[in-house]
């Protein structure tokens, strides 16, 4: 069975309406066929980890973890899948999802931390590897966007960026109007702007990009 990534013209032939190459291995893994679960599980993960791996960032070692932890999460929302795209399209965007869970726990933690750490001893911290990768490419403060926005503009940023969902594709997923998915992209590029416009080195690092 060929590998079926979102955004392909594979997966948009088969989320045109007509098949749906694991929907018949769900209905079966949601009947509590163990065989179907497992190989239902080596379908979906290798695409899962890739979406968790791009929400992450690179160097980070709970990478597996959250893909699995997607990967139980999605079996659990099977009974909940009305055929919103494919199922598929389904799992990655719960690897999407419990990804941007982990940046914001993440986030969460450190901020905590940073409340107890001493001033002097912030004012000689050195930059953080994706403070360094800030300086060449978007991509570090796009994952920050993921934790600090609230999660319908986190989840449909997450879905444009990383799974290269299309208006009309996040509407359907979200199951809300395409205006209120364009609203919510809009709101999403407009943080990223002022982000962007607050750096220097960002500021400049999109000026060469153009």
């Given at each position: 069975m060929?590998?079926?990534?979102?955004?392909?013209?594979?997966?948009?032939?088969v989320?045109?309406?007509?098949?749906?190459?694991?929907?018949?291995?769900?209905?079966?893994?949601?009947?509590?066929d163990?065989?179907?679960?497992?190989?239902?599980?080596?379908a979906?993960?290798p695409?899962?980890?890739?979406v968790?791996?791009?929400?992450?960032?690179?160097?980070?070692?709970?990478v597996?973890?959250?893909?699995y932890?997607?990967?139980?999460?999605?079996i659990?929302?099977?009974s909940?899948f009305r055929?919103?795209?494919?199922?598929l399209?389904?799992?990655?965007?719960?690897a999407?999802?419990?990804?941007m869970?982990?940046?914001?726990?993440?986030?969460?933690?450190?901020?905590?931390?940073?409340?107890?750490?001493d001033?002097?001893e912030?004012?000689?911290?050195?930059?953080s590897?994706?403070?360094?990768?800030?300086?060449t490419?978007?991509?570090?403060i796009v994952?920050?966007?993921?934790?600090?926005l609230?999660?319908?503009?986190?989840?449909?940023?997450?879905?444009?960026?990383v799974?290269g969902?299309t208006v009309?594709?996040?509407?359907?997923a979200?199951?809300?109007?395409?205006e209120?998915?364009?609203?919510?992209?809009?709101?999403a590029?407009?943080?990223?702007?002022?982000?962007?416009l607050?750096?220097?080195?960002?500021?400049?690092?999109?000026?060469?990009?153009r």
């Amino acid at each position: 069975m060929p590998h079926l990534i979102p955004g392909s013209r594979a997966a948009d032939a088969v989320s045109g309406g007509r098949r749906d190459e694991l929907l018949g291995l769900a209905d079966a893994v949601k009947a509590g066929d163990e065989s179907a679960l497992r190989t239902f599980l080596s379908a979906i993960v290798p695409h899962q980890m890739r979406v968790v791996r791009r929400v992450l960032g690179p160097g980070r070692i709970d990478v597996e973890d959250v893909a699995y932890e997607a990967a139980y999460a999605t079996i659990d929302g099977l009974s909940r899948f009305r055929g919103e795209g494919t199922v598929l399209h389904f799992a990655c965007r719960v690897a999407a999802l419990v990804a941007m869970n982990a940046r914001r726990a993440e986030a969460t933690k450190k901020r905590a931390a940073t409340r107890t750490e001493d001033s002097a001893e912030l004012a000689s911290e050195a930059p953080s590897p994706e403070d360094v990768a800030g300086s060449t490419s978007l991509a570090p403060i796009v994952r920050e966007l993921f934790s600090s926005l609230s999660q319908p503009l986190a989840e449909a940023l997450a879905l444009h960026v990383v799974l290269g969902y299309t208006v009309a594709e996040i509407a359907e997923a979200a199951s809300v109007p395409e205006e209120t998915v364009r609203s919510r992209l809009r709101l999403a590029k407009q943080a990223l702007r002022k982000r962007v416009l607050s750096h220097p080195v960002l500021r400049e690092a999109v000026g060469s990009e153009r």
